[in-house]
């Protein structure tokens, strides 16, 4: 069964700081890959996604992820946080096949300091 | 569109008590779940399904039940409560990759379960 690690559990960062989110999956097969983020008293929302094709993909408010297969992660990059990313981030994954089920990491809290 | 509706926002209920939490979907996904979401866990999958008629187990599914009877409508059973299942629950669905999946979840606003 796939799982998913996110060794971050609290980041601080000031605005203007660039921004990496760690995480790791753990399956051998294919897999589709996803961030997502929750504001503060509000659902989850898709960030971005990883299917297959160019590794390096660029989602939503200038979040970027990059999909190391050798080494099991997809790592969430930001060059500059805005106090307006606070929020949750959720890594998670699911079996590339037609009818799989999606996991999803711990978490990670980021606060940005104004 | 109202996207992915749950209902109730908010329940309390005591130690043995049973009770449904209601999802519905108006986007004809195949794909829908439940997660629990717990501070400091993550969201965890509880159970899942991919299409009426079809459910499956997820992390932690002991001590709720699913069905899915039609497409739109995947509701949540707890049939005896207990304090460890006091939560955030959130219903998601999403198009399986038979119907052209764009791999997004689309969430519901959320159910917060107390259970005394």
């Known amino acids: 069964a796939q799982s998913v690690s996110q060794h971050n559990h609290h980041v601080i960062l000031s605005e203007a700081a660039s921004l990496e989110l760690g995480c790791n999956y753990s399956?051998?097969?294919?897999?589709?890959l996803f961030w997502y983020v929750q504001y503060p008293g509000q659902h989850l929302q898709l960030l971005l996604k990883?299917?297959?094709?160019?590794?390096l993909v660029k989602g939503i408010k200038g979040f970027e992820a990059e999909f190391i297969k050798s080494k099991f992660s997809f790592n969430l990059r930001k060059p500059s946080v805005q106090w307006s990313d606070t929020a949750e981030y959720f890594c998670?994954?699911?079996?590339?096949?037609?009818?799989?089920?999606?996991?999803f990491g711990s978490g990670t809290r980021l606060s940005i300091r104004p | 569109n109202a996207g992915v509706t749950q209902t109730p926002k908010f329940q309390v209920l005591k130690t043995g008590q049973s009770m449904t939490l209601q999802c519905a979907q108006d986007?004809?996904?195949?794909?829908m779940s439940w997660y629990r979401q717990d501070p400091g866990m993550g969201l965890r999958l509880i159970h899942y399904?991919?299409?009426?008629?079809?459910?499956d187990q997820g992390e932690v599914p002991n001590g709720y039940n699913v069905s899915r009877s039609t497409t739109e409508d995947f509701p949540l059973r707890l049939l005896s409560a207990a304090p460890s299942q006091t939560s955030v629950y959130f219903c998601?669905?999403?198009?399986?990759?038979?119907?052209?999946?764009?791999?997004?979840?689309?969430f519901g606003e959320g159910s917060r379960l107390t259970v005394l």
């Open positions: 998670a994954v699911s079996r590339y096949s037609s009818a799989s089920k999606i996991i």
């Open positions: 399956y051998g097969g294919t897999v589709n």
């Open positions: 986007m004809n996904h195949e794909y």
């Open positions: 990883y299917f297959s094709g160019d590794p």
């Open positions: 998601a669905s999403s198009y399986t990759a038979r119907q052209g999946n764009t791999g997004e979840l689309f």
């Open positions: 399904s991919v299409g009426a008629g079809i459910t």
